[in-house]
């Protein structure tokens, strides 16, 4: 039997701590978005755990530095959230026993029994889901109408149209012109996603970043391509 419960320990952020009867030793695991995870032997003292995050600590920074990955956030309701048309809000409730979503106009609505600590695992990823599943949503809304006026205006034309929770890109294009885009767009201003929707677009013409792939994008986006591309280095591709 197996049970788990969390702790924070600075300055790596919240770690999940598994207790199981079948561990021997404590051992660590990076998860894909950064969190961490320890499993070990029931009973251990929590200061011991600390110190084990501790002495791995040049290990964690470096697999999160390789892998583009950062300390996630601890949504509370505190926490200033919004998508493209969306704006998070967390509800404690002293009746509900159950995660609930409600998506209004402009609202994600996450309510929570009010006995959960803001760091539970299982919180913190229903409050995710609940984001990628709006992301998804407003992806569908907007951006093929917006794609389809682009594309209209530089006389392009696309196959298909895909949307993904991608990490690491914000879009693709296939030599058969299906194009890919990464929902998480939708946490970036209308003027970036025009950018990469064109970006991926222009991929019709160069399927490379080569010199004319450049200078054709640049002329796309009315010669202000540097700028937009220095603006959308601020933004990851993970929140």
Known sequence: MACSYTIKVEPYGIVEVLESLRCRRMTLRIHDNGTLRISTPPYTNVQEIVS????????????????????????????????????????????????????????????????LNHDNQQLQDFVHKCIDRTLLYEAKQYIPQRITALAHKENLQFTKLDFRNMRSRWGSCSSSGRICLNIQLMRLPAHLIDMVILHELNHLRHMNHGPQFHADLNKMCNGHLKELEAELRNWRTTY
């Open 52 to 115: 084990f995050v501790e002495k791995n600590g040049e290990h964690i920074v470096s697999y999160r530095k390789k892998n583009d990955t950062h300390t996630p956030i601890i949504f509370t309701p505190q926490t200033h959230f919004s998508t493209f048309s969306h704006k998070l809000c967390l509800i404690p409730s002293a009746t509900q026993e159950r995660l609930r979503m409600q998506l209004t106009d402009d609202t994600i609505n996450v309510s929570y029994p009010q006995s």
